[in-house]
């Protein structure tokens, strides 16, 4: 799950791989290191530790007038904990041959072992580290290209590698299963596992296929090294845009990116009306599905979970909402009829991408994905764009909110479709939806009175969240903002369910939030509300602002507006996003990179 980043050509290289390296450290932030060849050798560098790209690349030369070569890479520790020889890029015996690589080996234990006895000296825990020994086995034998591509097909896994050897010019990408991009500028290249690191560069790019390699010296030639035929090497021009990855007048990227979801809904819903509404092409699909499939990680699960209310209400059609991690590997039963749509920021995530991968085998799939190039967006038959922009913060916020605009405004549309609602009535829903803007902002300005209730969270341990109906999926997502970027344990739980089990829990020491809103379960979490208060919990609700009831019993309420109870997810979850930004605030937490985790989740 990590980042690669390489160049081969003249400039100034400590900005460029800074740069690069800087935008690709959303994949993973544990340590990094770059490999350099020029006239004198190769040079090989690397720092442990988080925001240590800086420090890293200050060593590298500004004044560009030789021809160089470069790999780098940013790392999230799969094999091996955080350590210099467990950092990339990983070398052989000899230190001549060095790569970087974001995967995993799976069977690199048995060729460990093997390597092992015929001599090879291991010094990480990495499975990397066997490709490198793998193609100093086959060097001694074959030209550098074809000894990677020995080394290559004896791996299982998946893998985007890109290596260096000090007795040829040339670097030599290849993946399998996970992205590297290609940019072309003149005499200049780059390799990167997000095109959107040389994009300030060049937008001539080459996306490598699965069981590919670009052999890049001054010109790149695309090679199989599985068992795909050669093709005609093309780039393309890509239309994405450097995103600007400025925290502006914000002390960090997550409370900028909670600041900007009123923005991020009118993008998104213009750009869905547009797109969907308005334009002469729907896929055919639409018309004739009987199924829909969602899938997803994560918060973006947890947008799917509330596509499901709001598909099958609006429009009747049946949905299910399923891990992505689950799906991939449960052989689901698929018809033509069936359409899978793969929910995801990043457009990258391994699990969705391969449930998306196997789904395609047998129905149509969409994406709902914020990410224009991204591995998701190439391999869907259809995609809805979430015009959130770059989202850096790893806890994920106004990406949420933008995929429940894209799937309530997909509801609309399908219900139309099967002529279940009239434009007379998607018209009221989307007036409503075009008042939510208006709404997060007084959500937004009453941060103040969220960051005094954090105070709360403090010395605690442990948060229950409760809601009901469209309220449920926001309890969960509740509880994950709070756990990853505090350290707090908080379990998200439907209400009604909290008297199986997790009401033993309840004590003045565990904080309840309720998500208590007025729509149809109000009376029923109501009757949840009280069961807590009966047993000495202390209760934080969330309730609208005209609410008369959950206010006399609750100890602390955050009010929100009132909407339709398809989109009041879509303040709901605001206050939770707050709480739990403020909170991690106060226990000195790193809001932007938690520990152990990474923005995109590249790896099964
Ligand atoms: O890029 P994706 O939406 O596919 O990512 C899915 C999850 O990894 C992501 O939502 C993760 O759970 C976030 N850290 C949540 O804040």
Request: hydrophobic share 40%.
């Amino acid at each position: 799950m990590c980042g690669i980043f390489g160049f081969i050509g003249k400039g100034n290289i400590q900005d460029i791989v800074r740069k690069g390296l800087q935008t690709l450290e959303y994949r993973g932030y544990d340590s990094c290191g770059y490999a350099l060849l020029s006239d004198s050798g190769l040079k090989v560098e690397k720092k442990i530790g988080k925001g240590k790209i800086e420090e890293l690349t200050s060593s590298l030369p500004i004044n560009g007038s030789h021809r160089l070569r470069i790999i780098s890479h940013t790392r999230w520790a799969t094999h091996g904990r955080v350590t210099q020889e467990n950092a990339h890029p990983q070398l052989d015996c000899a230190r001549e041959i060095a790569l970087v690589h974001n995967g995993i080996i799976e069977n690199y234990k048995a060729i460990k072992e093997s390597l092992e006895q015929e001599g090879h000296r291991f010094i990480s825990e990495t499975d990397t580290e066997v490709i490198t020994h793998l193609i100093e086995k086959y060097i001694k034998r074959y030209e550098f290209e074809e000894a990677v591509k020995k080394a290559l097909t004896e791996l299982r896994g998946s893998f985007a590698v890109v290596v260096m050897w000090v007795n040829a010019g040339k670097v030599i990408a290849a993946c399998k299963h996970s992205p590297l991009a290609i940019g072309i500028a003149g005499d200049n290249f780059f390799v990167a596992s997000d095109a959107m690191a040389f994009l300030k560069y060049t937008k001539k790019v080459i996306f490598l296929e699965d069981e590919e390699m670009a052999v890049i010296d001054r010109g790149v030639d695309i090679l199989p090294f599985g068992k795909n035929r050669k093709r005609e090497k093309v780039f393309q021009e890509i239309s994405m845009e450097p995103g600007k990855i400025e925290k502006g007048d914000f002390p960090h990227f997550m409370l900028k990116e909670i600041f900007e979801q009123p923005t991020v809904v009118k993008s998104t819903a213009r750009h869905i009306l547009n797109s969907l509404f308005f334009a002469n092409t729907p896929p055919r699909i639409i018309k004739e599905v009987e199924r829909i499939i969602l899938v997803g990680c994560g918060t973006s699960w947890h947008a799917g979970l509330l596509g499901e209310y709001m598909i099958e209400e609006l429009s009747g059609v049946p949905v299910e909402v399923e891990y992505a991690s689950e799906f991939r590997y449960r052989n689901p039963v698929l018809s033509e009829r069936d359409l899978v749509i793969a929910i995801s920021q990043s457009g990258e995530t391994a699990d969705t991408l391969a449930a998306l991968r196997e789904a395609k085998k047998k129905c149509n799939v969409f994406a709902i994905c914020n990410v224009p190039g991204s591995s998701m967006d190439r391999i869907s038959d259809y995609v809805l764009y979430t015009k959130a922009g770059p989202e850096i913060g790893v806890a994920s916020t106004k990406a949420f909110t933008a995929q429940l605009t894209v799937l309530y405004l997909f509801a609309l549309y399908l219900a139309r479709e099967k002529e279940r609602i009239s434009q007379q009535v998607i018209d009221i829903h989307i007036k409503e939806l075009q008042n939510i803007p208006a709404k997060m902002e007084m959500i937004l300005g009453r941060s103040k009175e969220i960051e005094n209730i954090s105070q709360y969270f403090l010395g605690k341990n442990n948060a229950l969240y409760l809601g009901r109906g469209f309220q449920f999926p926001i309890a969960l997502e509740g509880a994950l903002k709070l756990k990853e970027v505090s350290y707090i344990h908080a379990e998200g739980y439907p209400a009604a369910e909290m008297k199986h089990g997790p009401i033993a829990l309840v004590d003045q020491e565990m904080p309840v939030v309720f998500i208590a809103v007025q729509d149809s379960s109000y009376q029923k979490i109501m009757g949840n509300v009280e069961e807590v208060k009966a047993r000495g919990g202390f209760i934080i609700a969330l309730v609208n602002d005209e609410d008369r009831e959950v206010k006399k019993i609750a100890d602390m309420v955050i009010p929100v507006p009132e909407t339709s109870q398809y989109i009041m997810p879509l303040l709901t979850v605001i206050p939770l996003q707050l709480l739990a930004y403020y909170t991690a605030l106060k226990r000195g937490c790193d809001v932007d990179k938690p520990r152990n985790l990474a923005k995109s989740v590249t790896v099964e």
